[in-house]
């Protein structure tokens, strides 16, 4: 986890910020909750157990500075709530998901799925791609094997 704040405190640098303990504090909840896609509600009520004096409004102060800086991805998976999701070190395109639309599990995909389709896309289009996001929306292979035992 050392490793990850030190390489997160770099970036910030990078961009004339500092780690404030504040934001450590956040990122530390990310890094420990990584697979969970946390809401900023769900980040602030982990990160007040370590930092009692932080407020809401500085949680999410700092969710949109590492979003902005590409440090985490500010997902929605169409339930209307705003997900934050830390960027994979190293990784130039936000990561794909599997939403389960039964028990509402989601899964990561780290394979870049879509980079033939960004070649068409600046080719064919003149449009040239910073990111991408891919979500699909189904039923999980657990969900799947209760509707067959039940059927």
């Given at each position: 986890?050392?490793?990850?704040?030190?390489?997160?405190?770099?970036?910030?640098?990078?961009?004339?910020?500092?780690?404030?303990p504040?934001?450590?504090?956040?990122?530390?909840?990310?890094?420990?909750?990584?697979?969970?896609?946390?809401?900023?509600?769900?980040?602030?009520?982990?990160?007040?157990?370590?930092?009692?004096?932080?407020?809401?409004?500085?949680?999410?102060?700092?969710?949109e500075?590492?979003?902005?800086?590409?440090?985490?991805?500010?997902?929605?998976?169409?339930?209307?709530?705003?997900?934050?999701?830390?960027?994979?070190e190293?990784?130039?395109?936000?990561?794909?998901?599997?939403?389960?639309?039964?028990?509402?599990?989601?899964?990561?995909?780290?394979?870049?799925?879509?980079?033939?389709?960004?070649?068409?896309?600046?080719?064919?289009?003149?449009?040239?791609?910073?990111?991408?996001r891919?979500?699909?929306?189904?039923?999980?292979?657990?969900?799947?094997?209760?509707?067959?035992?039940?059927?």
């Open positions: 986890m050392e490793h990850r704040i030190d390489n997160i405190k770099k970036q910030l640098h990078a961009q004339n910020y500092k780690l404030t504040q934001r450590e504090a956040t990122v530390r909840v990310l890094i420990e909750r990584e697979q969970d896609h946390l809401s900023a509600e769900e980040i602030y009520l982990l990160v007040k157990e370590k930092a009692p004096e932080i407020g809401l409004a500085t949680v999410y102060r700092t969710l500075l590492l979003s902005e800086l590409k440090v985490v991805d500010k997902i929605n998976f169409g339930d209307g709530v705003s997900r934050y999701d830390l960027r994979k190293g990784a130039e395109h936000f990561h794909h998901h599997l939403i389960c639309v039964e028990c509402g599990s989601v899964e990561e995909i780290m394979d870049d799925l879509l980079v033939d389709v960004e070649k068409i896309v600046e080719k064919d289009w003149g449009f040239q791609v910073k990111d991408h891919l979500t699909f929306h189904g039923v999980c292979r657990q969900c799947q094997e209760v509707m067959v035992s039940t059927s």
